[in-house]
């Protein structure tokens, strides 16, 4: 180990080099089969300022509230605000989620599933912002085939060759703005397939600067990519 870098190894048969990956609290890595541990503790230690410095800037921010389990009382960060839930008896044996003054109130029947219920509900609702960013440009003739979500853990958003754009689900988590910025971004990959030039500069001209958007993604958007629910 090396002192003060604690880290998960990984050996892949795929891999044909060693590879680092930095996540809220943790730093793996993934090493070609046979790889000797000597040689893995010294990729480590050459990077272990730029490793220290990764977990620190992580570990500055305040990251999205994402309970494990939705619970009475759980705080959950929806489109950049913080919401609390609160459990009503419903005698309606009609599931309900309403969003009032910064509280989630879920109308269940007896014996209901509160995360399945909060889960359908928060797609719902990303959807509906996606639709309306997606018509919001539609002026510039970028418009996708389909809409897809996904929980993914690698990735944002992505563009299928047919026109399709997939959104993380776990975006309903992040601020307004950064789901546009996704949303968008996908959109440009209708007519550039690639980042080059001609792509950001499309991007800068429909939102202007987006490095707070970019930051945010690789700060607090890195505890959505990598929670375990």
Not at 177 to 188: N, P
Request: contains cysteine; glycine residues 6%.
């Amino acid at each position: 180990m090396i002192p003060g870098i604690s880290y998960r190894l990984r050996y892949s048969r795929r891999a044909k080099r060693l590879s680092l990956q930095v996540v809220p609290g943790e730093v793996r890595v993934t090493a070609p089969a046979g790889a000797s541990i000597s040689v893995i503790e010294e990729f480590v230690c050459n990077r272990a300022q730029w490793l220290t410095e990764k977990l620190a800037c992580l570990a500055s921010v305040t990251p999205p509230s994402i309970p494990l389990e939705f619970t009475d009382g759980s705080e959950v960060s929806v489109l950049g605000r913080k919401a609390v839930l609160k459990l009503l008896e419903n005698t309606s044996q009609v599931e309900k989620l309403i969003e009032h003054n910064g509280i989630l109130y879920a109308h269940l029947p007896g014996g209901s599933d509160l995360t399945v219920t909060v889960e359908r509900w928060l797609d719902d609702l990303l959807l509906d912002h996606v639709k309306g960013i997606v018509d919001k440009y539609s002026r510039l003739r970028l418009v996708p085939s389909g809409i897809r979500f996904r929980t993914a853990s690698t990735r944002w958003g992505s563009c299928s060759p047919s026109g399709v754009i997939m959104i993380n689900r776990r975006l309903v988590h992040a601020p307004l703005s950064v789901v546009e910025y996704v949303v968008v971004h996908e959109l440009v990959h209708l007519r550039h397939r690639n980042h080059s030039k001609k792509f950001w500069k499309i991007i800068e001209s429909i939102l202007g600067d987006v490095k707070p958007q970019k930051q945010w993604l690789r700060l607090q958007g890195a505890y959505l990519l990598h929670q375990t629910r």
